[in-house]
């Protein structure tokens, strides 16, 4: 994520759901970068691990993937189930079949210094989220005092279920 950035090279907005963990620690003392924009996203502090903030036992029996590579990916055959249960089938199959897989070194990698803290951010819960609890999301928010923290009946997926919300936010944080 540094390498985009640097490549944008002028005044960005970072936002992201999945990569919470990303913004959190890419954006850290870029000065190009003006705020951040949490989609229903994790907000780890200096330290935490995902496997701090989730507890993995309560996903559902199968949910994760893991590989003999090292990877892991969310089990297509549950993802629309899980993560996007507001979002047509088709799309949401297209969704889990295109995924990446990533490195189980995601799970206990710990996060460097917050750029939240030194940044304004904003924050969207999806309050029917099956990934990340709805009151957790608004812990991170209120961890990173939120500029803005809006409240979206969406799954974990809201940019799809909820694009014209989610485009809104951004562009408040933007127009900020």
């Known amino acids: 994520m540094k390498h985009a950035i640097d490549l944008i090279g002028e005044p960005i907005i970072l936002g992201h759901s999945y990569g919470g963990f990303l913004i959190t620690n890419a954006a850290y003392n870029d000065a190009k970068v003006k705020g951040l924009v949490y989609l ?5 502090d200096e330290g ?9 036992s309560k996903l559902p029996k199968g949910f994760l993937i893991f590989d003999s590579a090292g990877f892991v990916y969310v089990n297509p055959e549950m993802s629309w189930q899980i993560c996007a249960q507001d979002i047509d089938p088709v799309q949401a199959k297209v969704m889990a079949a295109t995924q990446k897989p990533t490195n189980q070194s995601i799970l206990t990698e710990k996060s460097g210094p917050p750029a939240w803290r030194q940044l304004p951010t904003w ?6 989220d099956r990934i990340i609890p709805p009151a957790i999301q608004r812990v991170f928010a209120k961890q990173m005092n939120a500029t803005t923290t809006i409240s979206i009946p969406s799954s ?21």
């Open 40 to 44: 229903a996203a994790f907000a780890p």
């Open 48 to 56: 935490q691990s995902m496997s701090d903030l989730v507890d993995s």
């Open 123 to 128: 924050y969207q819960v999806s309050e029917n």
């Open 156 to 176: 974990h997926s809201p940019p799809i279920s909820h694009p014209n919300e989610i485009a809104q936010l951004i562009q408040n944080a933007a127009n900020a």
